[in-house]
């Protein structure tokens, strides 16, 4: 298989890992979206959406969206419960992390390692804040 992604991207991130807490062999393709390299038209191909991470399975098929992907990667594995309980708070825990983590810290990342802080982000670098340390604050006391 084949993980499309930016290493530093912790969406993308999430899925190596995975791969290495469970060995599954993959190909790493590194996809440089301040170069545009995910809207390119062989990527929305594979990803309509023009987002990373995409996976191509060994069969051919293409995912897209690290949750989703996360899912079929840990799916059969000790990392993914078996209760119906269970499984839907994993699923709860990915959906506060897309909803409250990923537009909050990793947005507020993204402007400083990607775009270095420029004036123009600024402002929303601070709005990003007080809900990051929120994000951070459930994850820590729960």
Known sequence: ?????????????????????LSIPHEWVAIDIMKGESLTESFLQMNPVGKIPALETDSGEYLSESNAILYYLMRDSKFW?????????????QSFEQYSHEPNIAVARFIVKYLDTPDSSKAEL?????????????????
């Not at 419960?81 to 825990?93: D, E």
């Open 81 to 93: 419960p078996t209760g119906k309980i269970a499984q839907t708070r994993v699923l709860q825990w």
């Open 126 to 142: 601070s709005s990003k804040m007080k809900p990051g340390y929120q994000a951070l604050d459930v994850m820590e006391n729960n």
């Open 1 to 21: 298989m084949k993980i499309y992604g930016d290493i530093y991207s912790g969406n993308c991130y999430k899925l190596k890992l995975a791969c290495a807490l």
